[in-house]
């Protein structure tokens, strides 16, 4: 994927040139291939044609690691060609984020606007990063709270100031008493992450600030005289439990979708196959009970200690077989009706043995060995001996009675194949 969007930014560039989005995204090309060349040319190019400061700013993560001093020399340079000169606004952000100093209030520095984004997030950044947190006064805390609840900017705008929030709780909130401020910054900006994921799907960060937000009981904020600013959940009077199992199943919902687009990211990654199949398995919503088999296959395939995957596909089948014995019951008419036609031979007996039995291969009475394997199971053994039982005299399942072990071994399929409600 890497090497696709480096190819798109070359080809990009050999067209148009001249056009600022292009360069930014060769510039943003740069730490993954050597073909992009010399950022600060890319820079140059763009800032003696189109001066712009987005241009300086979006190249900053890339030139910044060559010291405060070069960067302040590219504000020297370019701050006077961009139209409104910016030298004094780009010393600051340079200083703020890619300098040597310690505890400096931005904020007393010529040419600092309180109503420029930019030059706030470089002093919020300041800071939570680079201020002795004891030091920092009840106005500076007060600030840094507002600003981080209240402000208004741009999707890269938005990244940077919800690092400067995670940073703020490690070490700021329990010395001045200022709790729960990430939960409350991703319930104040929740609207705004929303519309950005939605241009964004696949952004990983972006997922992380909104994934259960919407989903989580509403709070208040409180300002305790002994343990300072936290929140509390509102508890209603009356408690609607057909409205917290909805809402419950659509946190589930969204956090699968969430979970089906990082293993569309990262596909050979078995963290990312094992953490999709073990929350299709667990999911409330029992449609999807007897689909999660290729997300389980890839799951074993990747996984470090395939031992491990194998004893929660076992448990799974547990579920499955407990989940077939209701069928006829009237209460899941509805979800057998989406289900449809399920041989448990095939799609529940012979599977749990073949599991088995290559977890066995796997894990023999050997004590050189055991360190691979966990301590013990994570099914019920008894319930799953009775269904082994069954699998042995069944005949859909003779062959794997006397399969090689090598036989037996799961291999990867397509990720569209694992991924639930792929299109």
Not at 76 to 96: F, N, R, S, W
């Amino acid at each position: 994927m890497r090497n696709a969007a480096v190819d798109h930014a070359l080809r990009a560039r050999a067209v148009k040139p001249t056009l600022i989005p292009v360069s930014d995204a060769v510039l943003r090309m740069f730490p993954h291939d050597p073909r992009i060349g010399d950022p600060a040319q890319e820079l140059h190019t763009v800032m003696m044609r189109d001066p712009n400061w987005g241009s300086l700013l979006r190249a900053m993560p890339l030139l910044g690691r060559r010291g405060d001093e070069v960067l302040s020399a590219l504000c020297k340079i370019y701050g006077p060609l961009v139209k409104h000169d910016i030298t004094a606004k780009c010393e600051i952000y340079t200083q703020a984020y890619y300098g040597t100093g310690y505890g400096v209030d931005y904020a007393v520095r010529p040419g600092y606007d309180p109503d420029d984004l930019t030059l706030v997030i470089a002093r919020a950044h300041a800071l939570v990063n680079a201020y002795p947190a004891a030091r920092l006064t009840t106005a500076q805390v007060d600030w840094l709270e507002e600003t981080l609840l209240t402000f208004d900017g741009d999707v890269y705008q938005f990244m940077q100031m919800f690092d400067i929030a995670g940073r703020f709780s490690q070490k700021i909130s329990h010395v001045h008493s200022r709790h729960a401020i990430t939960r409350r910054f991703k319930k104040a900006h929740l609207a705004e992450a929303e519309v950005f994921l939605e241009k964004d799907p696949y952004n990983a960060k972006l997922m992380h600030i909104v994934q259960g937000v919407a989903f989580q009981p509403d709070f208040e904020v409180v300002h305790d005289s002994n343990v300072g600013v936290r929140v509390v959940d509102k508890k209603p009077e009356v408690r609607d439990l057909a409205e917290e199992r909805a809402r419950e199943l659509g946190r589930q919902l969204q956090l699968l979708e969430f979970m089906g687009r990082r293993l569309i990211l990262t596909p050979l990654a078995g963290s990312a196959c094992a953490d999709y199949a073990i929350q299709m398995s667990y999911a409330d919503d029992n449609r999807y009970i007897f689909e999660v088999e290729a997300a389980f296959e890839n799951a074993i395939a990747y996984a470090d200690r395939p031992s491990i995957m194998l004893d929660m596909y076992l448990g799974h089948k547990e579920g499955q077989a407990e989940f077939y014995a209701f069928r006829d019951h009237e209460d899941l008419q509805e979800t057998w009706d989406q289900i449809g036609e399920i041989n448990y031979a095939s799609h529940v007996l012979c599977p749990t043995l073949r599991a088995y039995l290559l977890r066995q291969a796997i894990c023999p009475k050997d004590d050189r060995v055991q360190h691979l394997c966990p301590a013990g199971p994570s099914y019920d053994e008894e319930r799953v001996a009775a269904m082994l039982d069954e699998a042995r005299a069944t005949p859909q399942c003779k062959r794997i009675v006397s399969a090689d072990p090598v036989d037996l071994m799961y291999f990867p399929v397509p990720v569209r194949q694992a991924i639930i409600g792929w299109e």
